[in-house]
């Protein structure tokens, strides 16, 4: 019955099959097959990358919970715990844009509340090919409304997160989602399976058809064929979690749960097997009590339904009758459909037959791990920087072509149709390096930015990697914010090729390198696999998520410029480094490395400097220089000013000067004081050895900048303010 | 002075409404659950923003059924102080305390934003501390705020002196440019005959402390404290 076909329409090898033979004693029958299919898919198993991820550091003295549960959790002071974490939906994205980005939304949030914590706060990192395509402009405005439909409904800001645009992206979007929620620190609540005999309850929407194979789809490359997977994409119902997060919530708080997961990727056998899992027992599910939508499904449908808004509980016998009670109140299934048991086997019976009987271990921690094979790419596109084009007559022209590019022109097109407001902590509005929230009766608040290059980690991995860490942890230093947890998202293609796993392998070392630097744990995360179409791969893209607390809210800094007349510093050194920068791109059509080089300890002081002078006020504004390089980042500090000040600024580098205003050295950042603190600054900088000087004023209406003698740029700040506000809006106009 | 916050399945404001309620202005406030009979015997019923029942099919369309818009609905026949924001609003037109009805914003998407907003009645119970002619800087977040009412209702509104706000630019005009979801009129919130039951589309529990980077709704809480007391 079982034969090679059925074996290739589940995504499982021979061995795969012989070695699933072997563990259970006999041949599986369908179900049976379904469920280590999905449980053994590369989006459930992490088998292609488990061996790299063990590298990463995941302890650390405000680690409450780390890797293997639905989200991490950090201690935060004053009692609370943030809970957090990143995933992907990319294929579901591409093949249904709107609900591949809404269900990705209402996925990262039951991950959250699922521990007993109340989500405050969405971010998103977007990846899209170039908007003047059709099909790009339509995946990313079907993305953005998804997002918009699901997170606004349920109440739950986006509060930032990153866009940006790219060939490798067109037919492989990436739509990384991240959640954060708040709990009290006694009150987290974990996936577990305890107590013999104590009732497993359904609870949340019925169960039907969609989203079959959802998690398999994800573990495969896309052909031409993909529209036809569009059935596997599940449907959200923003309305209905929003439901059971309020029912939930209101049980955890009540303490009547033992153990809760979410049926997220591989449903029903997910959250049955890996609870059990977890503590080490069996649990039995009789599937003609389970809600069902649709009529005639079968044990096999059932069992892999990717159906959202959907729970599992397990609780104490005595408790049932007050979760029912909770749940009829917000109009909510919490049904009885099994029981914990002895012993560790997931059996499951449907119309009085057996027909799942296999070991939870085998499901759950009996995959394969794959130890892929791993080669460095002949040629990484490196060249010497005397084969640089010539330099373009007018750099004014050159950076208003950059201010209007998708990739950095304002994002408020997206950002505006996601409510950014409720919940009423939103102490920055988007746009900032880091969307920073206060905790309501605490001075505490929270800083948290996503960040990634896939360029620098096509052309460097290892520093694509460290540079990632970098550049997310100096956006919280940049508002104040000192890091204290990291989750990312690693979006790769086909781990079968050996290229695409040295990749991987360089990009994971190079984050762990830099967590120990900066010393943060990651706490979780999620890989993503064969984002590629028809053989075409996406530049590996590390995701990073880091989350920050600053303890004075008071205290902390946005991007603006404030006031005219004040001193524009510069901290950190300029250097002669074009290579994977966005202009070479942007300008001269080519994307070449190295890409800028980073000294992790030298960041790492900088990033202490800075939280220093925030913390003693000296300080108006601070903007990290990234993608764009100093021209487009001084251009941002006057776009996010009040009144938005232009300003002069004077570079004496001998370098060519559109590597000095638009190259992309890391390890910088540009920051605003009043006369009276510019001395002490100095002074202090000095005394920790960081580079630092005033490097022009603010003030006038135009944006200014002169190379040895020669002004190179010289814009009026209200043009290059309207081209890059404008942008997104016209070419997105219907 | 209480305040009663009404929950619909769906509502995503209510707390941050009780926040400012209680936590904010210090005023004794409750929960009203929309399948429950009881008003508590508050002093004004908010009906916060959100998404009540999902809003599926036309915002507020069911809520307009939740069984307690039996009692807002006598509430407000009584004189009772009705305050709705947002999808409040949407559930007030439904359930025909205030007229006319919500269509999609003009530029087919979710809207959230800081917008001007010009104040232009303070007799009433609702903005008896603000002055006529003063500017608001509040947020607004919503899908179906383009406020229609036929010529008719438009007349009436506007020779009784019930619109309350209207959508304008930073120093005040109010034009087509500055209408940002294409309202009739630029109307962003309005009141009934009897000066008891408003509606606004804006959010003024999202404005009301300084760390929120503008405290002008505050104004709203403060005249219906201050009408209450008085």
Known sequence: MIDKKLLDDHNLTHEEYDRIVELIGREPNLTELGIFSLMWSEHCSYKSSKVHLQKLPVSGKNVIQGPGENAGIIDIGDGLAAVFKIESHNHPSYIEPYQGAATGVGGILRDIFTMGARPIALLDSLRFGPLDKAQNKSIMSGVVSGISGYGNSMGIPTVGGETCFHECYSKNPLVNVFALGLVEKDKIFYAKAEGIGNPVLYVGAKTGRDGIHGATMASAEFGKDSE???????????????????????????NLIIGIQDMGAAGLTCSTTEMASKSGTGIEINLDKVPQRETGMTPYEIMLSESQERMLIITGRDKVDDVQKIFAKWDLDAVIIGRVTEGSRLKVSFKGKIVVDIPVEAVVNLCPVYQREICRPASLSMFPTDLLPDIPGDLSASLLRLLSSPSLADKEWIFRQYDHMVQINTAFLPGMDAALLRLKDTKIALALTLDGNGLYAQLDPRT?????????????????????GVTNCLNFGNPEKPETMWRFQEVVEGISEACRVFDIPVTGGNVSFYNESEGKSIYPTPVLGVVGKIDDINKAVDTGFKREGDDIILLGTNRDEAGASLYLKLMHGLEFGPPPQIDLEKEKKLQKFLLEIISLSWIRSAHDVSEGGLAVCLAECCFSGKNRPGFSVTLEENMRPDTLLFGESQSRVVISAGKKEVQKIIALAKERDIPCRVIGKTGGKRILFKHNGKTVID???GQAFSAWKTALPKIMAP | MKFGIVVFPGSNCDRDTFHVCNHVLGHKTVYLWHKSHDLQDVDCVILPGGFSYGDYLRPGAIGKF??????????????????????GFQVLLELGLLPGAMLRNKNLKFLCQFVHLRLEDNKTAFTRKAKIGQILRMPIAHFDGNYYADPGILDELRKENRVILRYCDANGLVSEDNNVNGSAE?????????????????????????????EDGRVIFESVIDFIHA
């Open chain 1, 715 to 717: 814009l009026d700040a």
């Open chain 2, 66 to 87: 939740s069984p307690l818009m039996n009692e807002v609905g006598e509430y407000a026949d009584k004189g009772g102080l009705v305050l709705g924001i947002c999808n």
């Open chain 1, 228 to 254: 036809a997977k569009r059935p596997n994409v599940q449907v959200g119902d923003p309305f209905r979690e929003k439901l059971l997060m309020e029912a939930c919530l209101e049980a955890t708080s009540k």
């Open chain 1, 464 to 484: 694509g990697g460290k540079a990632a860490v970098a550049e997310a942890c100096r956006n919280l230093a940049c508002v104040g914010a000192l890091p204290m």
């Open chain 2, 186 to 214: 630029s109307i962003a919130g309005l009141i009934n005959k009897k000066g008891n039951v408003m509606g606004l589309m804006p959010h003024p529990e999202r404005c009301s402390e300084q760390i929120l980077s503008s």
